[in-house]
């Protein structure tokens, strides 16, 4: 059956550490891959996205690779804060099962001062 | 320009009965995806629309439903409300079924008692 795997406990650092979070997924071939930002009682807000033939891509603080070999995405944020605790959630988006976004369950962040 | 809106914001209905939850697309996209977000389940799909026609649909009783007006507006309904229909009810707009990055609008919260 087709997964989305993401750290089920939440991850704690402290501000200023880069955070790292998996996203690892099996029985799709993802064309492409999201990661969105989701705020308590809010709606996800979208963050990067990387296509299969892309291995790693850059926006400001954060850093998102994707090793189709491995089936995993990694999300990277540097230099931390305090606001950047949320919920952060990865996404493939897959031809072969109707061109859906499909989500994983997500990952809980906090970032301590 | 506006972000996806959701209307309403909350609602409580009692098991039996039926709902109807409206999203209007940012200004442009034709594409409405909608998801069920519960805490034990994580952001399910449960239809996507694009120019009127559903392209995608979720696994998902008959019991929901949905719709896509020539504005791109969208609605869906769920009919003989269940308890385990409470959930955050989200709707993302794309410009189109080929870029994948998904604007949300806020949700609607649905409560059945």
């Known amino acids: 059956s087709q997964k989305i795997e993401q750290n089920s406990e939440a991850l704690n650092i402290q501000e200023g550490k880069t955070a790292t979070l998996t996203c690892n997924y099996t029985n799709y071939s993802p064309a492409y891959l999201q990661w969105y930002r989701q705020d308590p009682g809010r709606g996800p807000v979208f963050l990067l996205l990387?296509?299969?033939?892309?291995k790693e891509k850059r926006k400001e603080r954060l850093k998102v690779t994707f090793d189709t070999t491995l089936k995993q995405s990694l999300f990277h944020i540097t230099a931390s804060q305090p606001a950047d605790s949320a919920t952060y959630l990865c996404?493939?988006?897959?031809?072969?099962?109707?061109?859906?976004?499909?989500f994983g369950a997500g990952t809980i962040l906090r970032v301590k001062s | 320009k506006a972000g996806v809106t959701q209307t309403p914001r909350y609602l409580i209905k009692t098991r039996g009965q039926q709902v109807t939850l409206s999203c209007s697309p940012i200004s442009g996209h034709r594409s409405v995806s909608w998801y069920q977000q519960t805490p034990g389940q994580g952001l399910q799909f449960l239809f996507e629309y694009f120019s009127e026609t559903q392209r995608n649909k979720g696994n998902f009783p008959g019991r929901f439903s949905g719709r896509q007006f020539s504005n791109s507006r969208s609605e869906m309904n769920v009919s003989t409300l269940e308890l385990g229909d409470s959930a955050l009810y989200l709707c993302?707009?794309?410009?189109?079924?080929?870029?994948?990055?998904?604007?949300f609008g806020q949700g609607t919260r649905l409560t059945v008692v």
């Open positions: 990387i296509r299969e033939n892309e």
């Open positions: 993302a707009s794309s410009l189109d079924v080929k870029v994948t990055e998904a604007f």
């Open positions: 996404a493939l988006h897959s031809m072969e099962y109707g061109n859906k976004l499909v």
